[in-house]
C-alpha cells in the first residue's frame, strides 16, 4: 500500500508538473502574438504639421493648446513638429504611450518632445526604463535601446521621449515635438513614423504599432 501510494503520489506531480508546463507554454504562446498583433485591434491616424518659428504658437493653439492652459512657442534654432492622431478601438486599464521617429537616421531616432494636450487637458511627456524592452521586439524601434543617461538628468535619458494618454476607447491626442539643435531640416512629414504604444497600469509594455505619417497635403 505504501509503495502503491508513493507511485501515486509520484504520478499526481508528475501530472501537475506537464500541466504548469503546458500553461507555461501557452502562456508564452499568447504573449508572442500579443507582441506581433496586439494593435491590430486599435485604428490609429496621424498628421503631422511642419510649420516655420513664427507659426508654431498659432497653429498649437488653433489645436487646442491654450485651451489645454498650455502655450507653446517656436524656436529657430529648433525645429518643432505638430502631431495629431486620433484613434478608435477597445478601451481598456493603463496608458497609449506616442513616440515619433525620424527614419532619415538608421536606426530611426526618437524625437523629442516638448508638449501634449487632449480633450482633458495637457498630458506632458516621460520616459521610461522598461519602454526599451521595445528595441528587443521590434527592429524598427531600435532607436529605443539603452543609452548613456543624460549629464544634467537623473531620471531621463535627453534623447528619449513619449507623450502619454489614457487609453480610452476613441480618443485624440496633439504633440508638439522638437527635431533637435543640429538636426537636418525635415521638409517631408512622410519620413517620420509613430510608435503607438499600450503600457498597462503597472507600467508594462503589451505591444508597439508602427503608424507612418503621410506626406503633407
Given at each position: 500500500?505504501?509503495?502503491?501510494?508513493?507511485?501515486?503520489?509520484?504520478?499526481?506531480?508528475?501530472?501537475?508538473?506537464?500541466?504548469?508546463?503546458?500553461?507555461?507554454?501557452?502562456r508564452f504562446r499568447e504573449r508572442e502574438?500579443?507582441?506581433?498583433?496586439?494593435?491590430?485591434?486599435?485604428?490609429?491616424?496621424?498628421?503631422?504639421?511642419?510649420?516655420?518659428?513664427?507659426?508654431?504658437?498659432?497653429?498649437?493653439?488653433?489645436?487646442?493648446?491654450?485651451?489645454?492652459?498650455?502655450?507653446?512657442?517656436?524656436?529657430?534654432?529648433?525645429?518643432?513638429?505638430?502631431?495629431?492622431?486620433?484613434?478608435?478601438?477597445?478601451?481598456?486599464?493603463?496608458?497609449?504611450?506616442?513616440?515619433?521617429?525620424?527614419?532619415?537616421?538608421?536606426?530611426?531616432?526618437?524625437?523629442?518632445?516638448?508638449?501634449?494636450?487632449?480633450?482633458?487637458?495637457?498630458?506632458?511627456?516621460?520616459?521610461?526604463?522598461?519602454?526599451?524592452?521595445?528595441?528587443?521586439?521590434?527592429?524598427?524601434?531600435?532607436?529605443?535601446?539603452?543609452?548613456?543617461?543624460?549629464?544634467?538628468?537623473?531620471?531621463?535619458?535627453?534623447?528619449?521621449?513619449?507623450?502619454?494618454?489614457?487609453?480610452?476607447?476613441?480618443?485624440?491626442?496633439?504633440?508638439?515635438?522638437?527635431?533637435?539643435?543640429?538636426?537636418?531640416?525635415?521638409?517631408?512629414?512622410?519620413?517620420?513614423?509613430?510608435?503607438?504604444?499600450?503600457?498597462?497600469?503597472?507600467?508594462?509594455?503589451?505591444?508597439?504599432?508602427?503608424?507612418?505619417?503621410?506626406?503633407?497635403?
Open positions: 500500500m505504501g509503495r502503491h501510494g508513493a507511485r501515486l503520489r509520484w504520478v499526481v506531480a508528475l501530472v501537475a508538473a506537464t500541466v504548469a508546463v503546458l500553461a507555461t507554454v501557452e502574438h500579443e507582441w506581433r498583433s496586439g494593435g491590430d485591434a486599435v485604428t490609429v491616424t496621424v498628421e503631422a504639421l511642419l510649420p516655420g518659428p513664427d507659426q508654431v504658437s498659432d497653429l498649437a493653439a488653433a489645436h487646442g493648446s491654450r485651451n489645454a492652459g498650455q502655450t507653446v512657442v517656436g524656436d529657430p534654432d529648433d525645429q518643432s513638429v505638430l502631431l495629431r492622431l486620433h484613434w478608435s478601438g477597445p478601451g481598456q486599464p493603463g496608458s497609449y504611450q506616442v513616440i515619433l521617429l525620424d527614419d532619415r537616421d538608421l536606426p530611426a531616432r526618437v524625437v523629442r518632445p516638448f508638449l501634449g494636450w487632449n480633450a482633458s487637458g495637457g498630458t506632458g511627456s516621460s520616459w521610461s526604463g522598461s519602454y526599451e524592452v521595445l528595441a528587443e521586439r521590434y527592429d524598427w524601434l531600435a532607436g529605443v535601446a539603452p543609452r548613456p543617461w543624460s549629464s544634467d538628468s537623473l531620471r531621463t535619458p535627453d534623447t528619449l521621449g513619449a507623450v502619454g494618454t489614457r487609453a480610452v476607447a476613441d480618443g485624440s491626442l496633439v504633440a508638439v515635438f522638437r527635431m533637435g539643435v543640429g538636426a537636418a531640416p525635415l521638409t517631408d512629414p512622410s519620413r517620420l513614423v509613430v510608435a503607438f504604444c499600450y503600457v498597462e497600469t503597472d507600467g508594462e509594455v503589451r505591444w508597439a504599432k508602427k503608424v507612418p505619417v503621410p506626406a503633407a497635403r
